[in-house]
T-cell receptor, first 112, second 116 residues
């Protein structure tokens, strides 16, 4: 069985400070991992993906994530938050590129 | 490229009626499409995998007679919520794998269903 856990349902940061959104996975196989962002009333947008290549993955809008097999983690980071980053973020795991399993989501709030 | 559309974006129906939601891949072919359900302030739950030319594969706990899926062509999958009830009110999202890019899914904007 495979699952993905997002440890924080809400994260609040000040504009210009670093962002850390945590994600842990459990999988019997080598997983593929993704981070998606969902802005209010908009569709899901892919931020970045890990598919067994480089463990440090750079995505759009300055986000990056590091795959750590020993910790079964794939945390999402950004050095400096912008107001436009306020949204809901989903960590997704897939082991056969077919079915995607979503984490429970983390709502990011960015304070001015 | 790789755009997925859904129609309608928002629908209200009366209890007991059926509602059809369309999912289209606009600029690519997709042998496989997926249907998700998202309750307010919750995550997406995979409902079923839609396969062109064959029966859909439903996740455990999803009623196949309630949620009818038809993947009639390489660019169109439909989800019909039959005999809808208020508890079926939700946000339904589809996604598609481009056939040339198997490790990525592109998501539609979603359809909000409200059953009164």
């Amino acid at each position: 069985a495979q699952s993905v856990t997002q440890l924080d349902s809400h994260v609040s940061v000040s504009e210009g400070t670093p962002v850390l959104l945590r994600c842990n996975y459990s999988s019997s196989y080598s997983p593929s991992l993704f981070w998606y962002v969902q802005h209010p009333n908009k569709g899901l947008q892919l931020l970045l993906k890990y598919t067994s290549a480089a463990t440090l993955v750079k995505g759009i809008n300055g986000f990056e994530a590091e795959f750590k097999k020993s910790e079964t983690s794939f945390h999402l980071t950004k050095p400096s938050a912008h107001m436009s980053d306020a949204a809901e973020y989903f960590c997704v795991v897939s082991y056969n590129f077919n079915k995607f399993y979503f984490g429970s989501g983390t709502k990011l709030n960015v304070k001015p | 490229g790789a755009v997925v559309s859904q129609h309608p974006s928002w629908v209200i129906c009366k209890s007991g009626t059926s509602v059809k939601i369309e999912c289209r891949s606009l600029d690519f072919q997709a042998t496989t499409m997926f249907w998700y359900r998202q309750f307010p302030k919750q995550s997406l739950m995979l409902m079923a995998t839609s396969n062109e030319g064959s029966k859909a594969t439903y996740e455990q706990g999803v009623e196949k007679d309630k949620f009818l899926i038809n993947h009639a062509s390489l660019t169109l999958s439909t989800l019909t919520v039959t005999s809808a009830h208020p508890e079926d009110s939700s946000f339904y999202i589809c996604s598609a794998n481009p056939d040339y890019l198997t490790y990525e899914q592109y998501f539609g904007p979603g359809t909000r269903l409200t059953v009164t």
